[in-house]
């Protein structure tokens, strides 16, 4: 025998307990019309009902996933942080370092470059601000 899922057993009482209601109404009021007119009537708000509580649940068990979704990177994030991402970071932080040292290596040949053979773009590489008016642009012939 198979088993019955518990939400065809849930819906099945929640009719039955509805059937009850409306029995003991006619029972005490007789007006037979009355319980129609109402039973059409939230017949019809059903599906607002069935709208506003899926919107609801929706939003509710998007935060609920949302939460869940960030407590499980927060956990990657500390278990890459803990040993092996600290040892990263400091051979990227090192890496970074020597990359620096490179690119400086490398501006200072180009204003030696420019100080040598174009002395007026060496003046306007070696400005601290362009848009300096009082800024010039000549070099003096010092050695």
Same mark, same amino acid.
Request: charged share 15%.
């Given at each position: 025998m198979?088993?019955i ?7 099945a ?13 006619w ?8 319980i ?6 939230d017949i019809?708000f ?8 899926t919107l ?14 960030m ?9 890459? $942080?803990?040993?092996?991402g600290?040892?990263l970071l400091?051979?990227? %932080?090192?890496? @970074? =370092?020597?990359?620096? &040292?490179?690119l400086?290596?490398?501006w200072?040949g ?9 002395p007026?773009? $060496?003046s306007?590489?070696v400005?601290?601000n362009?848009?300096?008016? %009082?800024?010039? @642009? =000549?070099?003096?012939? &010092?050695p």
């Amino acid at each position: 025998m198979r088993r019955i899922p518990w939400q065809y057993r849930l819906g099945a009482a929640l009719v039955a307990l509805s059937a009850a209601i409306y029995a003991a109404h006619w029972l005490l009021f007789r007006d037979a019309h009355h319980i129609f007119v109402f039973l059409v009537e939230d017949i019809a708000f059903v599906p607002v009902e069935v709208l506003l509580v899926t919107l609801i649940i929706h939003r509710l068990l998007a935060a609920r996933e949302r939460c869940a979704t960030m407590n499980k990177m927060n956990m990657v994030i500390g278990a890459f $942080f803990s040993d092996p991402g600290t040892d990263l970071l400091a051979i990227l %932080a090192g890496d @970074a =370092t020597r990359a620096y &040292r490179a690119l400086a290596l490398q501006w200072t040949g180009y204003l030696g470059h420019l100080r040598d053979g174009y002395p007026y773009l $060496f003046s306007l590489a070696v400005r601290l601000n362009p848009f300096d008016p %009082a800024a010039s @642009a =000549t070099i003096d012939a &010092r050695p």
